[in-house]
Each structure stands twice: as structure tokens, then as C-alpha cells.
């Protein structure tokens, strides 16, 4: 039998997806199509048959009404299709970097928001868009090795210096999306210190106060040890007065703090909640500090520490005594805790004694 002319529109629309180059067919051919119900006419509504040709089959519900399962399937056939070109073209937009909002202008979902974005149908396809062009800018930086210093000053962070917009970015998928290239890079850089004996690069005195915090969120999230920060922040490399100035060290007791005095429980792991805790540790007045790292509770963190220290200084000419005793063992400790009386006493006793 012969199609009515919707139904042969919907056809053509159909052949033309599948056929052709789909990343050219418009969007608006698609919602135009799939605003026009396909109508049977009234000869195959009422079942009637068209001499010498049979008809379509037609079932009726409880009401007596005709339901047309041809209908039903062109319709599944036209939103296949509709779902397919958007598919494929978040996937062009995202290698061509396109912006959110053109892409959003495309999908129909400029101006909206909260339900009325997420809600959309059209919203799964700029998820998608997002996801794709995350991934493709992620694979570039990894490519060119990019320094974590250039990727937040192209995210746009570059002029933030409060704790206010720092923690106010939290929420941005740019920042989550730096968060993820910083985890890439550590992982990089330990891969390449293993395999390949290449040094890690090290926080320079270009790294900003905020983007050194939002370093310190990122080993904390995904559980960087303190061995791989000392490295990181220098502490094989550069002299006393060097991490003083360049706040390495401060970098240092702020990631040591946040590792060992453990006040953030599970609920509270997430990026902005770990900002507050540093903004916390940062504000404390240098009498407060030392109240804080000297407490009996990081009695066992500070034990830990003090070996990481040695071993990050070792060295076959160097004996115990003249560790405990170099100008950077001390500055380090110094870092986490004020040494007792008792302390200087004990070193005093292991330089005197005599080994033999």
C-alpha cells in the first residue's frame, strides 16, 4: 500500500540519518519531524481494506479504540535517529572545544535551569558534551606534560588569592577538572621516579598560596603519602633558608596536619570541606600552632615523621648523631614539633657517646 505523505516525510527524514553525513543534518529538521505526528488516513484508521492491496494491522484497546502499531514504530525509529545525530554531535563539539553555552544553544537549553535543565531531555547529550571535552583536555595536557602551574592559570584561577573564592571554586567543574589533571600528574611523576629514575618536579616559588592548597586537596583526596609531599615541596633539594621563603615548609606542616590530626570523618572528605579544614590550620596565630603540633595526640605522627625525615637525608658518611644534628634535620622537625628539653638531651647523649 502507498504511505501517506507524513509517513513518507518521516521515511525520507529516516533514510537521510542513516545515509548521510549525520554531523550535518540540523537539529531543527529533527524537532520539526518530530513535532509532526505521522496520520494514518481514514481508510486504514477504520481498517477498512484498499482493494488488491491488505491492511495495516490494527489493534484495539479496551475502548474500542485503534492503535496503530506502525505508529509506534516509526515514532521509536525517529527517536532513535534524534538520539543518534545528538550523540554524535556532542562528540564533534567536544573535539572541537566548542563552549558550554553554544552547545547548550544547540540542545535547546540556553536559559534554563535547576529541574528545567536537568530535567531536559536534551540534558544527557551536554553531560556527555562535558564529559567528552573534560577528556580531550586532560589528553592534551598529559601530552605536552603541562605543569599544573599552566593549567590553573588557564582554567581561569590565576587571579584568585582569598580563601573566600578559593573555597567558592570548589563548586566549579573547572576546579574539579584541575583537581583531576593534578591527580594525573603525581601519578606521572611517581610512575617516572620508579621507571625511569626522573626526578618529580617540585612546587616552585611561582606556585601560588592558592594553587599550593589546592595541590594539598588533591594529596589528600586521593591519599598521597607524606614521603611523595616532601619530595614534591623540595625537602631533598633545597636548603633551610629555601623552603622558608619559597612556604614549602608551611606547605608541608598544613598537608602533615591535615593527614594526622584527623578531625574530618568520612562525610566531610570531600574538596570544599577540606579547604575549610586548611583555612582552619592556616588562620591558627603562630602560638596556637604550636599548642596544636606539639599536642600528645600526634605523639605517634610525630615518631613516623621523624624517620621519613632521616631517611629523605640519608647518606652512607652521615651516623645517627650527625642526622639528629645536620641544620635541616632540625629545621624539618621544627616543621611538626617543637623539640623538648628532653629531646635536645637525648641527641646531646648520642653525640657524646662514643661507638664502636
Known sequence: MGLCPNLSHIVVVIVVALLVDVNALSIDVLAEVEATPPRLTN??????????????????DETGEGVDNNEDR???????????IKERNAVRWADKLKSDEFVKGELKLNGLSGYALTGHTNYKFFERFVELKELNRLKAWEKTEASTFAVWRELGFGNINTWDDLINAADMDAFKLYLRYADASDSRAIRNMVMENKPVPVLSSDTSWTERIARLVSWKVNGRTEEYAMISLGFDRFPPETLKTNNNGKTFLLFWLLKNKNSLDDSEQNAKDILKKLMEFDRLSPTDMSILKNEDSLRTAHRRTKILFKRLLKHPNLSHADIENSEKYRYLYSLI????????????????????
Open 43 to 60: 481508510s486504514v484508521v477504520s481498517g477498512a481494506n484498499i482493494v488488491g492491496q491488505r491492511s495495516l494491522r490494527v489493534t484495539r
Open 337 to 356: 614539633k617543637t623539640r623538648s628539653s628532653d629531646e635536645y638531651m637525648s641527641t646531646l647523649v648520642n653525640r657524646l657517646t662514643p661507638r664502636f
Open 74 to 84: 516509526v515514532g521509536n525509529l525517529i527517536s532513535t535517529a534524534s538520539n543518534f
